[in-house]
T-cell receptor, first 113, second 115 residues
Framework: GQQLNQSPQSMFIQEGEDVSMNCTSSSIFNTWLWYKQDPGEGPVLLIALYKAGELTSNGRLTAQFGITRKDSFLNISASIPSDVGIYFCAGLAGGTSYGKLTFGQGTILTVHP | GAVVSQHPSRVICKSGTSVKIECRSLDFQATTMFWYRQFPKQSLMLMATSNEGSKATYEQGVEKDKFLINHASLTLSTLTVTSAHPEDSSFYIC???????????FGDGTRLSIL
């Protein structure tokens, strides 16, 4: 099925560095979501974006809903070791999709102390 | 808020066994629940969408007789893997959402291993 183009696929950074990842799509979404998944667990919702152009923060995390509604980015500032995990973007289309999400391929983040 | 509980977290069983996985929304009413399958280091693959009181809608390529889904109440959905075989071994994750337009919240997943 359709997937969002998420990049980068993986990142290796030093503790304290800032991180940026993004997702793009050829189609429009009404909602963009960012999730984090730790090994052996389900994804946890980090940020939900509902309006084009919206910029939302959650602690050290900041995400934006692209103005074209076809992209979104997530920034993590001053990374710490517990930021390690897989980050997924997900888009929610409107209409009769019954809330089905389209996921990005994920960004694997490794933080070196 | 928005807690989804999935049980069991891990199952190991013999080939040919049927396995039931439960997904519960603990603090909200889930009009729609979703079942995913995830392979190592890959994204989530949607298997089916389940609306309370209705038959589940399966994604293309997912055998509905193999993966039985029941969503009898607004807080509980079950996935039964019938006559499981080693190729069914995977990480299965459920999610639930309340009202239309609300984000999905995920359970902690079930690691299924078929010997």
């Amino acid at each position: 099925g359709q997937q969002l183009n998420q990049s980068p696929q993986s990142m290796f950074i030093q503790e304290g560095e800032d991180v940026s990842m993004n997702c793009t799509s050829s189609s429009i979404f009404n909602t963009w979501l960012w999730y984090k998944q730790d090994p052996g667990e389900g994804p946890v919702l980090l940020i939900a974006l509902y309006k084009a152009g919206e910029l939302t923060s959650n602690g050290r995390l900041t995400a934006q809903f692209g103005i074209t509604r076809k992209d979104s980015f997530l920034n993590i500032s001053a990374s710490i070791p517990s930021d390690v995990g897989i980050y997924f973007c997900a888009g929610l289309a409107g209409g009769t999709s019954y809330g089905k999400l389209t996921f990005g391929q994920g960004t694997i983040l490794t933080v070196h102390p | 808020g928005a807690v989804v509980s999935q049980h069991p977290s891990r199952v190991i069983c013999k080939s040919g066994t049927s396995v039931k996985i439960e997904c519960r929304s603990l603090d909200f009413q889930a009009t729609t629940m979703f079942w995913y399958r995830q392979f190592p280091k890959q994204s989530l693959m949607l298997m089916a969408t389940s609306n309370e009181g209705s038959k589940a809608t399966y994604e293309q390529g997912v055998e509905k007789d193999k993966f039985l889904i029941n969503h009898a109440s607004l807080t509980l959905s079950t996935l039964t893997v019938t006559s499981a075989h080693p190729e069914d071994s995977s990480f299965y994750i459920c999610s639930a959402r309340g009202a239309r337009g609300q984000p999905q919240h995920f359970g902690d997943g079930t690691r299924l291993s078929i010997l």
